[in-house]
């Protein structure tokens, strides 16, 4: 009985690592599960549970729309309206525009700066747009939540004559998540280039974190402006009579203090584009 047991042992010791190479040859070439929660922490609902309630987002596909003057003739409304879940940004209307920018909007992505122009409209924002999600970001000084944050402030009296709709803010520590990101991406510390990170760099964040695939419309590529056949637009689709685009970005990249980082966040994207499943049309990007 004794010999029997270490005879079973003995086979037992060299039949594991066998059974191990096994598995290891059956599963090498498939992907890991990944498990993906939708419940996003770093964005956090204004209303009566605020504290408890983030945005809960998962998007198989994703639209992300530029506010961009590439738009215009574009033709891509239909093709964008037929996307699960399209992502805009500040105020970009969609009212006369919809051929080209689609008329659809699931999440808006709005800088501190652009909530009192949601404010000016807030009927067509808060009440006819009810199923589209505001996040907005902005820094502490507009943000903060101990009476003295005048952005804060609004949108929580927003919050409370519209309890329907989703309005988030992002979160402190997201803000600084961001700060990290850019930084890693770039070596440089973007409080010390007096630079502010753009709603499109928030969005692009939000648009990994949300979807399994983004496809971008109406942004160009961090070398587009140098191309000596690159065309003009404006900034703004929406205000034609405005700056051009490419002069926007160029004051931007070059300001001392208080500009984004428009260019440098474009060579960003075109890294991540691989690695987000990341795709860009309207201009299209070599990528």
């Given at each position: 009985m004794k010999y029997q047991m270490q005879r079973w042992l003995c086979l037992l010791t060299i039949s594991l690592p066998v059974l191990f190479w096994i598995g290891r040859v059956i599963t090498r070439d498939r992907p890991l599960p990944v498990f993906r929660s939708s419940e996003l922490r770093g964005y956090m609902r204004l209303g009566p549970h605020r504290m408890e309630q983030f945005l809960n987002l998962h998007c198989n596909q994703c639209a992300l729309v530029s506010s961009s003057g590439q738009m215009l003739g574009s033709a891509a409304g239909e093709q964008i309206d037929k996307i699960n879940c399209v992502i805009r940004m500040n105020n970009a209307p969609t009212q006369g525009y919809e051929k080209d920018v689609g008329s659809r909007t699931s999440i808006r992505v709005v800088s501190h700066t652009s909530v009192p122009l949601l404010v000016k409209n807030e009927h067509y924002y808060f009440q006819q747009s009810a199923n589209t999600a505001y996040v907005?970001?902005?820094?502490?000084?507009?943000?903060?939540?101990?009476?003295?944050?005048?952005?804060?402030?609004?949108?929580?009296?927003?919050?409370?004559?519209?309890?329907?709709?989703?309005?988030?803010?992002?979160?402190?520590?997201?803000?600084?998540?961001?700060?990290?990101?850019?930084?890693?991406?770039?070596?440089?510390?973007?409080?010390?280039?007096?630079?502010?990170?753009?709603?499109?760099?928030?969005?692009?964040?939000?648009?990994?974190?949300?979807?399994?695939?983004?496809?971008?419309?109406?942004?160009?590529?961090?070398?587009?402006?140098?191309?000596?056949?690159?065309?003009?637009?404006?900034?703004?689709?929406?205000?034609?009579?405005?700056?051009?685009?490419?002069?926007?970005?160029?004051?931007?990249?070059?300001?001392?203090?208080?500009?984004?980082?428009?260019?440098?966040?474009?060579?960003?994207?075109?890294?991540?584009?691989?690695?987000?499943?990341?795709?860009?049309?309207?201009?299209?990007?070599?990528?």
């Open positions: 907005i970001w902005g820094p502490d000084r507009n943000m903060r939540q101990d009476g003295k944050g005048p952005i804060y402030n609004t949108l929580v009296r927003i919050a409370r004559k519209y309890p329907n709709v989703g309005i988030y803010i992002v979160t402190r520590e997201k803000i600084h998540s961001c700060d990290r990101v850019f930084q890693n991406e770039t070596g440089k510390n973007r409080m010390k280039t007096g630079a502010f990170l753009s709603t499109g760099f928030f969005a692009m964040i939000l648009a990994i974190e949300a979807c399994d695939r983004i496809h971008v419309y109406g942004m160009i590529d961090n070398n587009y402006c140098n191309r000596i056949n690159h065309s003009v637009v404006p900034y703004h689709y929406y205000e034609q009579n405005k700056v051009n685009e490419c002069r926007m970005y160029k004051v931007h990249e070059n300001a001392r203090r208080g500009g984004h980082r428009f260019i440098t966040e474009k060579a960003i994207y075109a890294k991540w584009a691989s690695r987000h499943n990341i795709d860009f049309s309207h201009p299209s990007w070599d990528l």
